[in-house]
């Protein structure tokens, strides 16, 4: 079974409105959760993570994630994009020793 | 400046053709990993590594080799270049498994 899953490949959105980007995981993971971002020819850069405690998850650039354990999601939120979140966003897991990746979102910013 | 660095940034190969391409980080990090970004496939693990002298294949190890002789170091070697081996390559480090994984800047491979 898929450990993670991205439910929309791409995502249009106006600037200043807000988003979110979809992640379920499978139950049989372990619940380390992640978020990456990869601006256009660079490598991922770390959003934020979900290791315990608050289920709500404050990242940079004024992102923030939520942990819902009975929905198996842990979905990706910012109230008012700019130009500059233009990027893909990848949702990630650990299982075993291994971090596992979604296919990814791509953000795509309409002025 | 700290981070994992990528050898080299780009590479065209004939087909049959070895080479290997260069991962090295100087944050004494024990988790390190291979992988590969192709369009609408997200990342794959190729390889990974829990610290030196360990080694284990991850989605997609075929047609790749790796060893871990020290820390710092994890290359990999691509053994007879296929055309479907044309893809970007990400190295990545993390101190533990769930610190979260540090990317170098990516090989962009192509296969002829």
């Known amino acids: 079974a898929q450990s993670v899953t991205q439910l929309d490949s791409q995502v249009p959105v106006f600037e200043e409105a807000p988003v979110e980007l979809r992640c379920n995981y499978s139950s049989s993971v372990s619940v380390y959760l992640f978020w990456y971002v990869q601006y256009p020819n660079q490598g991922l850069q770390l959003l934020l993570k979900y290791l315990s405690g608050s289920t709500l998850v404050k990242g940079i650039n004024g992102f923030e994630a939520e942990f819902n354990k009975s929905q198996t999601s842990f979905h990706l939120r910012k109230p008012s994009v700019h130009i500059s979140d233009t990027a893909e966003y990848f949702c990630a897991v650990i299982r075993d020793d291994k971090i596992i990746f979604g296919k990814g979102t791509r953000l795509h910013i309409l002025p | 400046n700290a981070g994992v660095t990528q050898t080299p940034k780009f590479q065209v190969l004939k087909t049959g053709q070895s080479m290997t391409l260069q991962c090295a980080q100087d944050m004494n990090h024990e988790y390190m990993s291979w992988y590969r970004q192709d369009p609408g496939m997200g990342l794959r693990l190729i390889h990974y590594?829990?610290?030196?002298?360990?080694?284990d294949q991850g989605e997609v190890p075929n047609g790749y080799n790796v060893s871990r002789s020290t820390t710092e170091d994890f290359p990999l070697r691509l053994l007879s270049a296929a055309p479907s081996q044309t893809s970007v390559y990400f190295c990545?480090?993390?101190?533990?498994?769930?610190?979260?994984?540090?990317f170098g800047s990516g090989t962009r491979l192509t296969v002829v």
């Open positions: 590594s829990v610290g030196a002298g360990i080694t």
């Open positions: 990545a480090s993390s101190a533990t498994r769930s610190y979260g994984y540090t």
